[in-house]
Each structure stands twice: as structure tokens, then as C-alpha cells.
């Protein structure tokens, strides 16, 4: 059965801090693979995206992720997170989504 | 270029009654996707539709849901007799016109129904 797990439910930063939210995956076939983010109050809005080429994705306002196959993962990273970052995180994998990780960033 | 648009935003039912929820894909996409987001839970996929097609149902409850996507006009997603544990926030994305998986989704901003 397809699944997609963020382990993290909630973290809680300080401003400079550097962030990784994990997401891994349980798919047997193509992924496509997706970080979504919802700040206070807004849609779901992409942040980035992978369905094939270079591993690691560059997405907006300095996001990142990186797709390991062997790890069937697909981490999001930022190297200094900002107050503005506060939000919920999820991970997709093709149609399917991860229960999210909300994250706060203390001032 | 108008969103993703999704109404009601707020829709408030007795139990027994019914709910449709609409969601007017943004413009140029033929691709809809409903999902449900239960308090304290992640998104979880009901349904894909290109219009006059369900192409995947696998995320839809067996009984009581039904999705729609007709050539003209809205997809609606309509839930029949509805119980307590149907309150959730119902999002709705659309896709282009490839409607490969790769394509990106744009979310509408969610009915939020509550079943009293």
C-alpha cells in the first residue's frame, strides 16, 4: 500500500536555525514527489518538486530537498530558517499526502 | 487569472441531511482533485476527475460520496446522509491539461463542513 510518513509533527525553531523535515515513502512504482506549504490563513502553495533529473531540487525562498532512492526519502532542508517560514509542511507523493509537520519559528 | 475557487467556504448540516461542495477548477485546467483534511490530520486523497470522468475513486468512501466533473460548470462533491465524523475541511486542486501526476496541483482554500 502507498504511504507517506512525516515523522515530525511539530518543530520549533529559533530564527537562523537550519531546518530538515523528513518524508519518507512506502510506493512501488514512478513518484513524483512534492513539498507543499500552507502559511496562516492561505492555500496550499508548491514549494518544489521532483519527477526525475538531478536529486537534489531547488525550490522558493531558499527551500530544498533531496530525493534518496535507496532511503525512499525525500527531505526538505533550508539552511537559516526566518520568522516569515512559520507554517505547515507536507509531503506528496504523487496523489498521496503526509499528515504535514507545522512549523513554528521563534522570533 | 482566478485561483482555484471553492464554495461554500463555511457549510453547516444536521445530521441526515445532504452537502454538496463545489470547486471551479482555475482557468484552463480539466483536472480536479478532492481531498479531506480531518482535525489534527494530513490531507488524504478522495478523488481524480478529468471532466465527464472519475479516472481515480481509490481515496472515496464506499458509501454516502459521490464526486462529479460534467462539462460545464463546477465538480461537485456531494455527501449523502451526513454523519458526525464527515466534519472535516474539503480541499479541492487543480492540474493542466497533461494531467500527468507530475504536473502541479493549485488548492483552493477548503469548505469547512460541519455536521451538527
Known amino acids: 500500500a502507498q504511504s507517506v510518513s512525516q515523522h515530525n509533527h511539530h518543530v520549533i525553531l529559533s530564527e537562523a536555525a537550519s531546518l530538515e523535515l523528513g518524508c519518507n515513502y512506502s510506493y512501488g512504482g514512478t513518484v513524483n514527489l512534492f513539498w507543499y506549504v500552507q502559511y496562516p490563513g492561505q492555500h496550499l502553495q508548491l514549494l518544489l518538486k521532483?519527477?526525475?533529473?538531478?536529486?537534489l531540487v531547488k525550490g522558493i525562498k531558499g527551500f530544498e530537498a533531496e530525493f534518496i532512492k535507496s532511503k525512499f526519502s525525500f527531505n526538505l532542508r533550508k539552511p537559516s530558517v526566518q520568522w516569515s517560514d512559520t507554517a505547515e509542511y507536507f509531503c506528496?507523493?504523487?496523489?498521496?499526502f503526509g499528515a504535514g509537520t507545522r512549523l513554528t519559528v521563534k522570533p | 487569472n482566478a485561483g482555484v475557487m471553492q464554495n461554500p467556504r463555511h457549510l453547516v448540516r444536521r445530521r441526515g441531511q445532504e452537502a454538496r461542495l463545489r470547486c471551479s477548477p482555475m482557468k484552463g485546467h480539466s483536472h480536479v482533485y478532492w481531498y479531506r483534511q480531518l482535525p489534527e490530520e494530513g490531507l488524504k486523497f478522495m478523488v481524480y476527475l478529468q471532466k465527464e470522468n472519475i479516472i481515480d475513486e481509490s481515496g472515496m468512501p464506499k458509501e454516502r460520496f459521490s464526486a462529479e466533473f460534467p462539462k460545464e460548470g463546477p465538480s461537485i462533491l456531494r455527501i449523502q446522509q451526513v454523519v458526525r465524523g464527515d466534519s472535516a475541511a474539503y480541499f479541492c486542486a487543480s492540474s493542466g491539461n497533461s494531467g500527468a501526476i507530475s504536473e502541479t496541483q493549485y488548492f483552493g482554500p477548503g469548505t469547512r463542513l460541519l455536521v451538527l
Open positions: 506528496a507523493v504523487n496523489m498521496r
Open positions: 521532483y519527477f526525475s533529473g538531478d536529486p
